[in-house]
């Protein structure tokens, strides 16, 4: 049974988790050759005050810039 774990900063929406957990789910299918219900797929959620980067929180971080919609 294929198990993959993706860790991420809070705050992406339920349909986001769910199209990240089909898209991976679709891949280890195609590429293992298993069926989907033997594909387990965990999010390991951390508050931004709880991860750093470069030694900084990533609640101090400023926000990165938004793309332009064309």
Known sequence: MPEVVVYA????????????VKDITNAVMKNYGVPADAVVVTLVE??????????????EMSAPPQAKAS
């Open 46 to 59: 951390t508050a931004k005050h709880d991860k750093a980067k470069g030694g900084v929180l990533f609640s």
């Open 9 to 20: 900063i809070e705050g992406r929406s339920v349909d986001q988790k769910r199209g990240l």
